[in-house]
């Protein structure tokens, strides 16, 4: 069964500074992996999607990287701003089907 | 392009009711996902339609259940409602064609609470 895991849980910086955030998976037969955010009480919004045969994807400020082998993903946020505070979420799609496994999440804060 | 719309947006009910909540994909897409989220579970996955047919399930039970029409729009509902069945209910649309490239877009939720 797929497990997926993010550390950290949280997260909190002064507006500014470059951050990385982790997801780790246990299955590494995925067909591809979403970065998501989630402001609080809303949907999720996709930032990002890495297939399985990327190594990376880059949209602005944000850059995703992709290690299949070792089952990890990181999220890296350039220059953080106060409006990126938010919980990111990401969610592994299983070759099995469609459906998406999510982490927990990291909730970040930027601070001005 | 339209994004996902879900409705309504928040319900509230009592233990014993049942509900029917709403789900229109983006144009073009046909397969649908239901997603609960609770601050305990985190995001759970319900099920999945695909052009009228379940193609996928999480483990639920049977009080939930769904369908999706012709024109992909996409109906989730509870029987016998539970105060543990408040949360939040995501719907998400793609294209469905269980390719690499298949990128998942949610709506904003329904909120729903169970007295």
């Known amino acids: 069964k797929q497990e997926v895991t993010q550390i950290p849980a949280a997260l909190s910086v002064p507006e500014g500074e470059n951050l990385v955030l982790n997801c780790s998976f246990t299955d590494s037969a995925i067909y591809n992996l979403q970065w998501f955010r989630q402001d609080p009480g809303k949907g999720l919004t996709s930032l990002l999607l890495?297939?399985?045969?990327?190594r990376e994807q880059t949209s602005g400020r944000l850059n995703a990287s992709l290690d299949k082998s070792s089952g990890r993903s990181t999220l890296y946020i350039a220059a953080s701003q106060p409006g990126d505070s938010a919980t990111y979420l990401c969610a592994v799609k299983e070759t099995s089907g469609s459906r998406l496994t999510f982490g927990e999440g990291t909730q970040l804060t930027v601070n001005p | 392009k339209a994004g996902v719309t879900q409705t309504p947006r928040y319900l509230i009910k009592t233990r014993g009711q049942q509900v029917t909540l709403s789900c229109s994909p983006i144009?073009?897409?046909?397969?649908v996902s239901w997603y609960q989220q609770t601050p305990g579970q985190g995001l759970q996955f319900l099920f999945e339609?695909?052009?009228?047919?379940?193609?996928n399930k999480g483990n639920f039970p049977g009080r939930f259940s769904g369908r999706q029409f012709s024109n992909s729009r996409s109906e989730m509902n509870v029987s016998t409602l539970e105060l543990g069945d408040s949360a939040l209910y995501l719907c998400?649309?793609?294209?469905?064609?269980?390719?690499?490239?298949?990128?998942?877009?949610f709506g904003p939720g329904t909120r729903l609470t169970v007295l």
């Open positions: 998400a649309s793609s294209l469905g064609d269980r390719g690499h490239k298949d990128e998942q877009f």
């Open positions: 890495i297939q399985s045969s990327q």
């Open positions: 144009s073009g897409h046909r397969s």
């Open positions: 339609y695909f052009s009228e047919t379940q193609r």
